[in-house]
């Protein structure tokens, strides 16, 4: 474990690991403003980003990490919406669009294809033991 300084109030405490640098207390803090802007979006689901920023006193860049986390996510008529880390495409949660994760998992499934390789009777005939004359 590590013993780091908390972002949110500058108190040290131990690190565990996870991402976020925040001690205990920080952490409590920030779910609570979590849970009331999930509860703000479920009541006002057209509001803009930064209206639930200002209504919430939360950041936009913490609101969009929650978003990329896929705690919060939009309704499609929703005006919200963030860029795909990979093309651009506008989405309302996670990190890339489908058509991105398609591309992923199809390059994970190219890569952790069957091993075509078969050994031949040509092959296993020439595999034979050879010592070396002294």
Avoid at 41 to 49: F, T
Avoid at 66 to 92: H, Q, V, Y
Avoid at 106 to 117: P, R, S, V, W
Wanted: contains cysteine.
């Amino acid at each position: 474990m590590d013993v780091k300084n908390c972002r949110g109030c500058g108190r040290l405490f131990n690190y565990i690991g996870g991402g976020y640098l925040l001690c205990s207390v920080c952490m409590e803090e920030l779910d609570k403003k979590f849970k009331e802007v999930k509860q703000y979006i479920n009541d006002n689901p057209r509001a803009s980003m930064h209206e639930i920023s200002e209504k919430n006193e939360v950041s936009i860049p913490q609101i969009e990490r929650w978003i990329r986390e896929e705690r919060l996510t939009f309704a499609d008529d929703s005006p919200i919406g963030i860029e795909c880390e990979n093309c651009g495409a506008t989405i309302k949660s996670g990190r890339f669009c489908a058509k991105c994760k398609d591309n992923v998992a199809k390059g994970f499934g190219e890569l952790y294809k069957e091993n075509t390789y078969r050994p031949t009777k040509t092959t296993k005939d020439k595999a034979k033991m050879r010592f070396l004359d002294n």
